[in-house]
């Protein structure tokens, strides 16, 4: 038994998004805001902490339509009779789908979750919603509420017309419901029909919706069918220096997850068996020992006090002294989990040299604090030890559960970016690691992970990788978000899709956290556009932006990529202008020469043209722009220069983004004395003619090492004083613009 898929809908910022679960490790990514969280809270809060749901967990763009409700409601006329049906309120309920792939073998497990007589296998469907207890309750007592709020408050007024403004509780059917939510609201579950699912629309799921008089499942229907575990993101892994008064639950040090397995698994005292006769007897025989002991230490003391007649039991009572010795109280204690460092070996110590676990990173710490309660979650899954001994009777009825599902919120926190690679590389192998669950294949196990770590979706399949693309408001609503499953996107075998993964696995896959991406061409633009942000357009320093060196003639292979992900995008890239008529030789640009374009990217994508005369014409400039996606080309463009001998300004066309800044920085090349490249660049642009200066930087750059050209630049030049190549600028003033009006709405 699998979860293929789930639907979420009307939960927060996710007004219908369907998430499709891989067999083993399934990751949540996408940058801030983008819903990974709210997706997390929807599978915990409706799978097992169900009270827990809120106010807040509505989609905020719903609670005008459930005020219409209320003000429809209060408005009602003494004829009329209020509309206490479900159907008003369908539209606006927290809700969440979980689809089930179940073998044939596993038809015991869901005899309950059958929807019909004739049911051919398929996937099977439970809806948990959200929904009121009983609307006429509901009704009733928000009306009350409410008039009763207006009453008092028209006796408040006295004829005051300072008072008018006084509202008090409740004023809408929201602000009711902030307080006496949980009182009218419940989780109920319902079967749903295979027959009726239907794929997502433009990213937007199509929940089926439940015919009118349906009836919900009494009992849980997971129940007996999914152990659910979680690791929320705020752990409560403490540092053991840490003096706060306030120690959280189930505090993450080894030292207190290893005394609860004990208490769960191991404790001899439950129910002993042979195994633990010989410890029984070790701690008896001990505490024998050290009563007698005590009695000795003790006797004087002790027979002083006889002396006092000490009342209540009849004659002088005599005192003993008996002590308790449980094996628990020896892992009681901040030193009972130890870091060996040297271990004790003839010739070069005579003990074993030791640190308690205080004295260890945190990072490792809390690598080895998540590692064990993974161990601990499969442990109770397969009733390892003694754990079956505390169960309840209804419990010890269930058979183990065909399904382990286990959450795990932004493993990342407080954890070093090796470590993070080390879990996720290790996380799924550890909940598989028993007997039983290699003997048994039914038995099985999903991992769903939230993250905002590159170094985690590095280490991971990127067919396992969820994407959340934010999706900008759309008149009265607000921002939500769909989901990309990855697992289509890099699901082919075609070269496209090869490279793509190649790629961005020597990468640390930023792209799937960025608020937008900037593909540049080589070294010197990966370099200098970092400071050109800082110094120049300092709004996009507060953005999450990734950066990529692919050059123009790869970076068409990531635009499916970056198409699925709908991720604004910035690619800024050279002319590459070539003569067809010569061997397809590198020439300076120039117009009615019926030169071309080597570039892929400006060929066959953005704007797709090749003639370097259609890419040179300004009037063309608005094909630089996608019509369907937020994507944007930036090449050089033609640029107004003189030089010494120049009798008025020449326009020329610069080849690379070297030519291009050093005719936008001429009297600062002109001091520069570097070396390599440099140097020859300074050279030329101190030649006297615009056109000389041009074809001498072209002619230098053929075998100029221009990785050293942006170091020794840096060196020497403080980025402050550079200016913006202008093609550069506009596409920087672009980028700014899109993410301002994403953000705005």
């Known amino acids: 038994m699998l979860i293929k898929f789930v639907e979420i809908r009307n939960f927060r910022k996710l007004k219908a998004c369907r998430i499709d679960f891989s067999e083993r490790e399934t990751v949540f ?15 915990i809060l409706f799978l097992k902490e169900k009270a827990k749901i809120s106010t807040k967990d509505f989609t905020l763009s719903n609670w005008k339509g459930i005020n219409q409700i209320g003000k429809d409601w209060i408005n009602i006329s003494k004829d009329e009779q209020p509309i206490l049906t479900i159907d008003n309120w369908q539209n606006f309920l927290p809700q969440l789908d979980v689809w089930l792939k179940v073998s044939s073998n596993e038809i015991h497990y869901i005899n309950d979750l059958i929807p019909t007589l004739d049911w051919d296998g398929s996937e099977l469907g439970v809806r948990l919603r959200f929904e009121p207890k009983n609307i006429e309750s509901l009704y009733k007592d928000f009306i009350d509420s409410y008039n009763s709020a207006k009453t008092v408050s028209i006796l408040a007024q006295n004829g005051d017309a300072k008072k008018n403004s006084l509202n008090l509780w409740p004023k809408t059917l929201w602000d009711f419901l902030e307080r006496r939510l949980q009182g009218h609201f419940t989780v109920q579950a319902y079967l749903l029909d295979a027959k009726k699912i239907q794929n997502p629309i433009g990213g937007i799921a199509q929940p089926q919706e439940l015919a009118p008089l349906t009836l919900p499942i009494l009992n849980d229907p997971f129940k007996g069918l999914i152990k659910i575990d979680i690791i929320n993101a705020q752990r409560g892994f403490s540092d053991p220096n840490s003096d706060g008064e306030e120690k959280p639950r189930n505090s993450g040090n080894l030292s207190v997850q290893l005394r609860e397995y004990y208490t769960k698994h191991l404790n001899p005292y439950d129910q002993p068996n042979a195994a633990d006769l ?20 003790f006797d004087a003391s002790l027979r002083e006090l006889e002396g006092l007649n000490y009342p209540g039991f009849g004659g002088n009572p005599s005192i003993k002294i008996a002590s308790k010795i449980s094996a628990i109280d020896g892992l009681n204690h901040a030193s009972a989990v130890q870091f060996e460092l040297f271990k004790s070996e003839e010739g070069i110590i005579d003990y074993p040299l030791s640190l308690p676990e205080k004295y260890n990173g ?18 109770e899954w397969m009733q390892v030890g003694k754990i079956h001994v505390q169960m309840s009777e209804e419990e010890e009825s269930i058979e183990f559960q065909p399904l382990h599902l286990v959450l795990v919120e932004e493993p990342e926190a407080h954890l070093h970016a090796q470590v993070q690679q080390v879990f996720i590389k290790k996380a799924y192998d550890v909940l598989r690691k028993n007997d039983l669950l290699s003997k048994y294949k039914h038995f ?14 590095h280490e991971i399949q990127f067919t396992s990788l969820r994407y959340f693309k934010r999706r900008n408001a759309i008149k009265n609503d607000v921002p939500t978000s769909t989901v990309v499953n990855l697992s289509e996107t890099f699901g082919t075998e075609s070269d496209t899709t090869k490279f793509a993964k190649r790629y961005l696995k020597s990468t640390h896959c930023d792209l799937f956290f960025a608020d937008a991406v900037i593909l540049v061409e080589g070294p010197v633009e990966r370099m200098l556009i970092p400071h050109f942000i800082k110094h120049f357009h300092t709004e996009l320093s507060t953005c999450y932006i990734a950066l990529l060196e692919i050059g123009g003639s790869h970076s068409h292979t990531l635009r499916p990529l970056l198409q699925e992900l709908g991720i604004t995008t910035l690619i800024i890239t050279d002319i590459d202008s070539i003569d067809p008529d010569n061997k397809n030789s590198a020439v300076l640009p120039v117009k009615n020469k019926k030169y071309t374009s080597g570039n892929t ?5 953005l704007p797709g043209r090749a003639l370097i005369d259609d890419l040179l014409n300004s009037a063309n400039n608005s094909l630089k722009e996608s019509s369907e996606y937020p994507f944007r080309v930036a090449y050089q463009c033609p640029i107004q220069a003189k030089l010494e001998n120049d009798k008025e300004m020449v326009e020329i066309f610069p080849y690379t983004f070297e030519i291009a800044l050093a005719f936008r920085n001429v009297e600062l090349f002109k001091k520069l004395k570097g070396k390599g490249l440099l140097r020859k660049i300074s050279d030329a642009v101190n030649l006297p003619k615009v056109d000389e200066a041009n074809e001498a930087m072209f ?28 093609y550069i600028e506009e596409g920087l003033n672009w980028l700014f613009k899109v993410l301002n009006n994403n953000s705005s709405r």
């Not at 010989?278 to 230490?297: C, G, H, I, P, R």
């Open 29 to 43: 990514v996408g940058a801030n805001n983008s819903g990974k969280t709210s997706a997390m809270d929807a599978l």
């Open 278 to 297: 010989e410890a029984l007897q070790a701690m008896e025989d001990a505490k024998v020992s050290f009563d007698e002991k005590l009695s000795n230490s």
């Open 362 to 379: 945190l990072g490792y710490q809390n690598l080895i604090s998540m590692v064990f309660k993974l161990i601990r979650f499969r442990d």
């Open 444 to 457: 099985q196990t999903q991992l769903v992970v939230s993250t905002h770590s590159n170094h985690i979706a």
């Open 601 to 605: 990217t400006l060929n066959s994508w």
């Open 699 to 726: 002619q230098a750059l053929k075998n100029g090492k221009k990785a050293e050209f942006a170091l020794e630049l840096l060196f020497l030049q403080d980025p402050e004083s550079l200016k913006v190549p202008i």
